[in-house]
């Protein structure tokens, strides 16, 4: 488990006051067994708000992404992330990629969607949103967002999206974006 899901986790059962464990047999007695009636029920149950609810029940079922991909290698991943439909993607994501090598040192961990990029905390996520776009999240505070530089929803996984269908939109203004989100990730 990764250092920040198991911050979550740690968090979760700080406002429960209910361990992991704990937390199972309750969604166990429940008798639910959908994610979104699980979550809902977390929510009324526990007083937990919707993101903690949701990491709840993914933590539950081992439906998080990080869980999907333990054991696979972020080749492997990568691979099934641009294979098929997708193939055609994989010039951007090439691109955006080398473009974040250019800064230094940082970890690649795989999910099973996309790939999540850190240094001492979560800078950018990258991968295929659709058959069609390829998306980077990225984590950088105080920055408005744009037309391009979408800005996300407080209590997301990231706070700005940037969507990209073809290579060229790997520009300067994009690789500043990241770059200021790499250095404030530490």
Known sequence: MSDVLAKRR???EAKTGKTLVAMG???????LVKHGELRDFFKQELGLGHGDANVLVHLLKGSDGESQAAGVSTDDVEAALYAGPKAHLKPIHDKVMRAIQAFGAFEIAPKKGYLSLRRKKQFAMLGPATNTRVEVGLNIKGLPGTDRLVAQPAGGMCQHKIKLTHVDEVDRQLVEWIRAAYEGAG
């Open 10 to 12: 740690a968090a979760i």
């Open 25 to 31: 047999k309750l969604a166990d007695r429940s008798g």
